[in-house]
T-cell receptor, first 117, second 110 residues
Framework: GAVVSQHPSWVICKSGTSVKIECRSL??????MFWYRQFPKQSLMLMAT?????????EQGVEKDKFLINHASLTLSTLTVTSAHPEDSSFYIC?????????????FGPGTRLTVL | KNEVEQSPQNLTAQEGEFITINCSYS?????LHWLQQHPGGGIVSLFM???GKKKHGRLIATINIQEKHSSLHITASHPRDSAVYICAVRARGATNKLIFGTGTLLAVQP
């Protein structure tokens, strides 16, 4: 089946630093990737939709200058948390939609746990 | 009221029991997903439904479009089935966004 990977799986950083999270579709091309955030005991919240070769579409309330998204190729999207603060500590999950596939076909990555000290 | 509601929120079962998790939604949809999230956090897509019923191993998912309701059944439950099960719908006309339920935490005891 289709596989989506994320790197790193966990990261601890100091407040004020930037952290980059990679999301890769390993065996398929993905024109659209999604970035979600999940706080403990809560459901996934969509942060932004990333389309290859164009600017990401951010959800209301998500700061685009703080959460930089780059979808440089059909298999890679990156999320950079800039000037991280402790309240950015969360579980970040990416998801990818198969290019040319049914609109509903969406695969999830294993997630990245970010802890900001 | 959330657009996607799941019940129960928490479920404890004994190994071997038949388990049902319910999902109700209030919007017109093009598809419904059942997802499984283990304690480590990774999410696995179990089913994608737009009508009828699907079966994979011990898992069965059904959907009733008219009643805006879906169920996930687990037969002969096992402790390794312990996880959070999440229902998510794609609203009709919204090609990008999934609307997630809050999840059902299932614990299967040996």
């Amino acid at each position: 089946g289709a596989v989506v990977s994320q790197h790193p799986s966990w990261v601890i950083c100091k407040s004020g630093t930037s952290v980059k999270i990679e999301c890769r579709s390993l065996d398929f091309q993905a024109t659209t990737m999604f970035w979600y955030r999940q706080f403990p005991k809560q459901s996934l919240m969509l942060m932004a939709t990333s389309n290859e070769g164009s600017k990401a579409t951010y959800e209301q309330g998500v700061e685009k200058d703080k959460f930089l998204i780059n979808h440089a190729s059909l298999t890679l999207s990156t999320l950079t948390v800039t000037s991280a603060h402790p309240e950015d500590s969360s579980f970040y999950i990416c998801s990818a939609r198969v290019s040319g596939g049914r609109p509903d076909t969406q695969y999830f990555g294993p997630g990245t746990r970010l802890t900001v000290l | 009221k959330n657009e996607v509601e799941q019940s129960p929120q928490n479920l404890t079962a004994q190994e071997g029991e038949f388990i049902t998790i319910n999902c109700s939604y209030s919007v017109g949809i093009s598809a419904l997903h059942w997802l499984q999230q283990h304690p480590g956090g990774g999410i696995v897509s179990l089913f994608m439904l737009s009508s009828g019923k699907k079966k994979h191993g011990r898992l069965i998912a059904t959907i009733n479009i008219q009643e805006k309701h879906s169920s996930l059944h687990i037969t002969a439950s096992h402790p390794r089935d312990s996880a959070v099960y999440i229902c998510a719908v794609r609203a009709r006309g919204a090609t990008n966004k999934l609307i997630f339920g809050t999840g059902t935490l299932l614990a299967v005891q040996p």
